[in-house]
């Protein structure tokens, strides 16, 4: 058996958590490989909205186990958070999670330091969710990280007061202010990580590894999108981990020939939360109507997201980089009240025109686009794929035709029941 990859193609928040949680009865184990709670993944049923951020979208059901890999990087002090808001629910966390005892830790100091380093770098600014993500990583490829086994042992107070001096020297450097709020994390932090080790901490790899043997399913869920991986997106306006499929190896420890089909998700335009390139930007009142048709707010910060129209050759490029096998269409329903729909299928940059992304991200992109037809009709209520409007179907052919991949599934709507598959997965 194989390891299916479901994965963000654009800027992130392309509704992985939704399509997750709507693929998960198909798999035993769902498996969390990058990122952390810089993550904000929704997903909806019986008119409840569910945020996660560091625990699989397969968490609602009970046929699943849920596995945050080694490639991960875990807030104690947000997990704990984030599992007791389930368990008020009903949901049983302890018995369907389980946790790599490789995955490294957050510490209240790595969050100053993410703040320390956004403040220095001023207009430059990345756009971090602030959540402690680029100094963890800095840590772990430092080698001064310190994983989630390490709380099992006795050195481990030790540990932590040495990396956390290193972080206070660090951040004098920045000559960061507000370190009072230091204690008041720090105490929660500590009390979270007792928390934790109630929880199962396991050789996460082995676990994957034997339930390929035994011929389980196994979905692993991406965190970001492909256009915020640190090697291949608009670096330095990147998170700090390998979002794409390659990360999935690395994340989870599983060889690349173990896997099989790859789920690339975008949304039927595009958005950015955070600084960086965006080619298709909309700054006026028609990304204000995407923005609103969309509802397109972070669901970890809350920022506006900024909003634009479909960019094909980056999606291109994504599909590219990860293998694409299938497509998924996300939030086909928020193009409705658009008579006319435009495309982006290649970009003039320094007034030569090209299909490919160039390394450059400050030279000057005109985004070249197609119009396509609006379908003006609404498609929150269809349930059956041959009621799909022509306008529409023939958006997603205009879409498959130029990246050569099929798009299998249409959402059209936040809600689990508003999910058309087109071929049986
Ligand atoms: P993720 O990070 O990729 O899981 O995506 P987010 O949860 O951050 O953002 C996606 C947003 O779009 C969430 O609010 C979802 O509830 C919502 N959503 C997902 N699919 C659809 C869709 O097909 N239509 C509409 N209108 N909303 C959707
Ligand atoms: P999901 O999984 C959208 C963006 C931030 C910022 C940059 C770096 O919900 O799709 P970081 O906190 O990693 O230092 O931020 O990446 N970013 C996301 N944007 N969705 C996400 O996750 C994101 N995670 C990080 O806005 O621009
Ligand atoms: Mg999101």
Redesign the pocket.
Known sequence: MKVDVLL?LQW????????VDVLTPKYDVISRFQGGPN??????FNGI?H?LHLIP?GIFHDTAKNIIGNGVVVDPAILMEEISVLDKMGVDVKSRLLLSKKAHLILPTHKLLDAAREEAKGKSKIGSTLKGIGPTYTDKIGRDGIRIGDIFCDNFSDKYQALKAKHIQLLNFYNFTKIEQLAELEDKWLNSIEKLKQFECVDSEYYINNKISENKKILAEG?Q?SLLDVDFGSYPFVTSSNTICAGACTGLGIAPSKIGKVFG?FKAYCTRVGSGPFPTELLDEVGEKLRKN??EF???TGRPRRCGWLDLPSLKYSIMINGVTDLIM?????LSDFANIPVCTSYKCNGIETNEIPFDIDCDITPVFTNLKGWNEDL?SVKDLSKLPAELMDYVKFIEEYVNVPVTII????DRT??LIRTEL
């Open positions: 963000g992130g928040d392309e509704g992985k958590g939704k399509i993550a904000g993944h929704t997903l909806e909205k945020v979208s965190a999108g998700i969309g509802n972070g669901s970890t996300t939030k086909a329903d928020v929150t959402s059209v709507g936040p508003q999910t």
